[in-house]
């Protein structure tokens, strides 16, 4: 399978590169650089395979959640270079990047991501090692308070930026927490196998039917609202 996948909605801007076994990637951290960088690290990595978009069978996005403005640039240049090329866009959690990451290197077979929501708010999500090397979503995707408390049993990985922005969160946590995961922010690479699952599917999008999983709506509604 040929895809590009992308995904910003974090402070990396992240992208690979899949020709058949292959995988090439580019992952910088660089908060506000996004708009700045997403493009040419595409380029770059297509210049360097030596294929056009036309050449792919889709592009795989990161879909949030995540901060609404890198979502926007990451939907946008996702959006633009599929109708470019007529490809459609396959999205994929970009929660679901960070616990492929985390069960690459773990044993435990649960692992809960917590990203950085701002306001004292984590983006959670459940999820359990499954077939194929695609985590499967134990409960769906949500927004939690900085001193939520896991209600599973047994013990997970934690994974994501938002165990370290706030202690209390892993203080209300800690004797679930089997370890945690040195995977903060979602790779690229991390969205091309469950984005091949969905592509052969069929749970491709026409770009003009993208929606991103924003999560905390209001933040696209409120003028001035940062995230």
Not at 41 to 46: E, K, W
Not at 172 to 183: D, F, H, K, L, T
């Amino acid at each position: 399978m040929r895809l590009l996948a992308l995904d910003t909605s974090s402070d990396a801007c992240s992208v690979a590169l899949q020709l058949g076994d292959d995988v090439a990637e580019n992952h910088v951290l660089g908060a506000r650089e996004h708009t700045r960088i997403l493009v040419p690290m595409i380029r770059n990595l297509l210049d360097e395979a030596g294929v056009a978009l036309g050449d792919l069978d889709a592009i795989v996005l990161g879909n949030g959640p995540g901060s609404f403005i890198g979502m926007r640039i990451g939907a946008s240049v996702a959006q633009g270079l599929a109708h470019g090329a007529a490809l459609d866009i396959v999205p994929v959690s970009s929660l679901l990047a960070v616990a492929a990451a985390a069960l690459e290197t773990c044993t435990e077979d649960t692992v809960v991501v917590a990203q950085d929501a701002r306001m004292s708010e984590v983006y959670w999500g459940e999820y359990c090692r499954a077939g194929r090397g695609v985590p499967e979503l134990a409960e769906e995707e949500r927004i939690v308070a900085a001193g939520f408390a896991w209600q599973g049993a047994g013990a997970f990985i934690a994974a994501g930026s938002g165990w370290d922005r706030y202690p209390s969160l892993m203080a209300a946590n800690q004797a679930s927490v089997a370890s945690q995961s040195p995977e903060k922010n979602p790779r690229a690479r991390h969205l091309l196998t469950p984005g091949a699952v969905l592509l052969s599917r069929g749970d491709a999008v026409r770009p003009e039917q993208l929606a991103p999983a924003y999560l905390r709506s209001k933040v696209a509604e409120v003028p001035g609202a940062r995230e």
